[in-house]
């Protein structure tokens, strides 16, 4: 299945149906009077996310989606039935945006949430609405209203455990196949990774979902190269596993670029825990390993991991590491959602 992160899509909520105009006509009952019915509710366009998914494939070939109009009111005031709401799937971790992708509409990011992002229209008024003591056979009924339409984006930011980024042809892609069953596209030259990779590590009953992104360059938080587009995944990741070419001449340098592109996107990218790997240790001598990490540890206030994806030396260290600061983040995550929702809870809005 093809991945795609991204997608316009043109909604339209169902329209109310139209009151009946209607009189009861019934064998020894002269003035029946009136009787027409409500017309029924139009149906709602809900967005609903679920696990099954994580890709917006499903809406690059279908863009246009228009819910259930509601059926017009009859006569011995039955009311016509609501429209059926439409209910669109999408992955856990999509954003929805207005059509100039600068108001957020919607944010799910659990399996299960859903928003009801357009409402239906309101069914019409039939003629026994109106009836009263000086009206009695009303002829006036009231049309269903119109549903709602917009033009939104669908924006897919993957949620997993921890983010695996770095300079292009860093080894992301060849440490995410060593450690999982994921088989990304591995190759000698830059920009071999298009789109985020997928992979699950597993360490007895634990495991953690990794994300491989794209190599990123000077300038990414401005567009540069694959720019925000792929930077957008980091948001969602809870630890980031920032890998470094070890046979790269500055690897001070290539650490600074990437931590100057998070802090330049903002959205707490900075912030976020991080482990440094130190890559390609199969290539260099004992020597120029523990130089190139003495380096590194004193420009990077966090965890460094000498490792080789291509050997797979270091992996049983990192691995731990990576497992202990996921759990972590974790525990601190909730501690956090906690307090937000206590927050929640006392505020006079609901």
């Given at each position: 299945m093809k991945f795609l992160d991204e997608a316009r899509i043109y909604l339209k909520s169902g329209d109310g149906g139209a009151g009946a105009l209607s009189f009861r006509r019934e064998k020894f009952i002269p003035r029946g009077g009136p009787d027409g019915g409500d017309g029924g509710k139009g149906g709602d366009i809900v967005l609903l996310a679920v696990e099954a998914l994580n890709t917006?494939?499903?809406?690059?070939?279908?863009?246009h989606f228009r819910a259930a109009d509601g059926r017009p009111g009859e006569g011995g005031r039955r009311s016509g039935a609501s429209g059926q709401d439409l209910v669109l799937k999408v992955p856990v971790g999509t954003e929805i945006l207005d059509e100039g992708k600068e108001v957020v509409l919607g944010d799910l990011s659990r399996n299960g949430e859903r928003i009801v992002l357009l409402e239906g229209g309101a069914g019409g008024l039939g003629n026994a609405h109106f009836k009263s003591s000086i009206n009695r056979a009303p002829r006036r009924t009231l049309p269903g209203a119109p549903g709602r339409e917009a033009s939104v984006w669908l924006r897919l930011k993957l949620i997993a455990d921890i983010g695996?980024?770095?300079?292009?042809?860093?080894g992301k892609s060849t440490l995410l196949a060593a450690l999982s069953n994921a088989r990304p596209k591995i190759a000698s030259y830059p920009f071999t990774t298009l789109k985020p990779q997928l992979g699950v590590v597993r360490a007895g009953d634990e495991e953690l979902v990794l994300?491989?992104?794209?190599g990123l360059i000077a300038g990414a938080s401005e567009g540069a190269g694959l720019g925000t587009r792929f930077l957008g995944h980091v948001e969602r990741c809870t630890l980031l596993l920032h890998l470094i070419d070890g046979t790269r001449g500055d690897l001070v340098r290539s650490y600074r670029t990437i931590r100057r592109e998070l802090r330049r996107y903002g959205e707490g990218l900075a912030e976020k825990p991080?482990?440094?790997?130190f890559n390609k240790i199969d290539a260099l001598s004992e020597k120029a390993v523990a130089e190139g990490c003495r380096r590194l540890q004193r420009a990077a206030e966090c965890p460094l991991v000498p490792i080789s994806a291509a050997t797979g030396a270091g992996f049983g260290e990192l691995l731990s590491a990576l497992f202990s600061a996921a759990q972590r983040a974790r525990a601190r995550g909730g501690r956090e959602e906690g307090r937000r929702e206590g927050v929640a809870a006392l505020s006079p809005l609901g």
């Open positions: 917006l494939i499903d809406y690059r070939y279908r863009q695996i980024i770095g300079l292009p042809n860093a994300a491989d992104l794209p991080e482990i440094l790997a």
